[in-house]
């Protein structure tokens, strides 16, 4: 059954008070029914037992005990009085005054009193009225038997009423108090901070719908709990990591200050050697409190993201151009292809997306071979472009591939090294994906390089946006 609780509610009362009075009326009807079959049979026969008696006797009844003893065995079968009237209302016998006065019940209801018109032998018409001395006997049971089908139907709808309420009482405590209770007990395991206690309620009544929102709630508290503990978990991994990575090149930076200031250095050779050090140092240094304060404004989800249409192919290919010009020192070979022949617009964050391919690019030379090689090509996907980065690099174990866009996850080599990364620069990447509508993934084999695809959607028209370039 699929309806609401109001409307099983309103069924529920309007049966509890229907049914019984139906129930009833059906009993009071059938008993009616049979009563008068029943009886009509017995008072016809009575009727022609009276009136055999009474047509053998003379007008004016000459010898009224005779009559009287003539009928007596009649009067004593059916225990009753019969009274004989002309037309014009004379009496004529009453079997009353022949009889003990103790054997005369008067006090009946004149429901079991008969008249009938009987023609004696010679003579005109009487009026015979039968009358009933108890009722206890047949015919005259009628008195009795309406009592008893009145006490039936009643005794029959008070029953029905009880049964409707047991039976409606045990439907709604089931579909209702039940329920309720398990809301109850789950609100109390919530309490004591078990958050996985689904309740299970298949209706899609009112209470259905409750324990549904209820159980988002749950979850939602429970993803609140997850994250909060995450949250906590990665801050205090936070402190760990940026006491870590700052000490590092610090405390180097430092050792080259003192040589210079203690004239360890002798020539200008050594002291360039010396500088590019503190130099070096102080990039990495910075690269890493940048990615800090991009992280940190992730997580309170303060990373603004600016769109605008471009056009792809002129967008990647001013990006790489600029990154060849920044790698033209180091043995890095960095090329750009695009497959689509017609021009491809896309809404996205410039400065976020270079940020994305900068960190991208960065890795591949950071986890590169001896002779970099880096190809960057786009290619129109479903409604999406997909940018693939792909390097020659060392590749990445299987078994880290799941974790590195995670915050601080550090491959072997990177938490090895001193140039390696926070551990941020990925999970950053896939934040300004998701931002963009987009999605990230890698392709990697150890030994032979990895393949970074991202996807940002196709720009389609009606958008607010300015265009660039
Ligand atoms: P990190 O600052 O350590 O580079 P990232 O989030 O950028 O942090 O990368 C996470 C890990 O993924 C790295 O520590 C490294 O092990 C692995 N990784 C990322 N890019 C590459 C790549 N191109 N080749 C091999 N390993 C990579």
Do not use: C
Request: proline residues 3%; without cysteine.
């Amino acid at each position: 059954m699929k309806s609401s609780l109001k409307t099983r509610l309103v069924l529920a009362f309007l049966s509890t008070i229907t049914v019984p009075i139906l129930i009833a009326i059906l009993t009071l009807y059938l008993g009616a029914d049979q009563l008068s079959n029943g009886e009509d049979d017995q008072l016809d026969q009575l009727f022609s037992d009276v009136k055999k008696e009474i047509r053998m006797t003379e007008d004016e009844l000459p010898d009224r005990n005779a009559f009287y003893n003539e009928i007596k065995p009649l009067l004593d079968q059916y225990d009753m009085n019969v009274t004989i009237y002309t037309e014009d209302r004379e009496l004529i016998f009453d079997s009353k005054n022949y009889r003990e006065v103790d054997e005369v019940n008067s006090f009946l209801p004149n429901f079991n009193t008969f008249t009938i018109q009987v023609q004696p032998e010679t003579g005109i018409m009487w009026d015979v009225t039968i009358q009933a001395n108890s009722s206890q006997n047949a015919p005259f049971q009628r008195m009795t038997h309406i009592v008893h089908i009145l006490l039936l139907s009643v005794g029959m709808g008070l029953l029905t009423l009880i049964l409707m309420i047991v039976i409606w009482t045990t439907y709604i405590s089931r579909t209702v108090l039940t329920p309720l209770k398990h809301i109850y007990q789950a609100t109390e395991e919530m309490r004591e901070g078990n958050l996985d206690y689904p309740i299970v309620y298949k209706r899609k009544d009112e209470i259905g719908r409750f324990i549904e929102g209820f159980n988002v709630m749950r979850q939602h508290v429970k993803d609140s709990f997850k994250k909060q503990k995450q949250y906590e978990d990665s801050r205090k991994e936070l402190i760990a990591s940026i006491s870590h990575d700052l000490r590092t090149p610090l405390s180097s930076i430092k050792g080259y200050v003192e040589g210079l200031r203690d004239g360890i250095v002798q020539n200008e050779e050594m002291k360039q050697r010396y500088l590019q050090v503190i130099h070096n140092k102080t990039e990495h240094l910075d690269h890493l409190i940048e990615d800090l304060f991009e992280f940190s404004k992730m997580e309170v989800d303060q990373l603004p993201i600016e769109k605008e249409v471009v056009n792809a192919s002129v967008y990647f290919e001013k990006l790489i151009t600029k990154h060849q010009f920044e790698l033209r020192n180091q043995a890095v070979e960095l090329t750009y292809t695009n497959v689509e022949e017609k021009p491809t617009s896309i809404l996205l964050d410039p400065v976020r997306v270079e940020q994305v391919m900068s960190n991208l690019i960065d890795n591949a030379v950071r986890y590169g071979s001896d002779q970099i090689n880096i190809k960057v090509h786009t290619n129109d996907l479903e409604g999406t472009i997909a940018i693939t980065i792909t390097d020659n690099g060392q590749g990445i174990r299987n078994e880290d591939i799941p974790y590195i866009f995670t915050s601080f996850y550090r491959g072997e080599k990177s938490r090895s090294t001193y140039s390696g990364g926070s551990g941020l620069g990925l999970s950053i990447v896939k934040y300004i994906v998701k931002a963009h509508g987009g999605d990230i993934h890698v392709e990697s084999e150890l030994g032979k390089g990895s393949s970074f695809i991202f996807t940002l959607p196709l720009y389609v028209k009606g958008s607010n946006s300015n265009i660039y370039e």
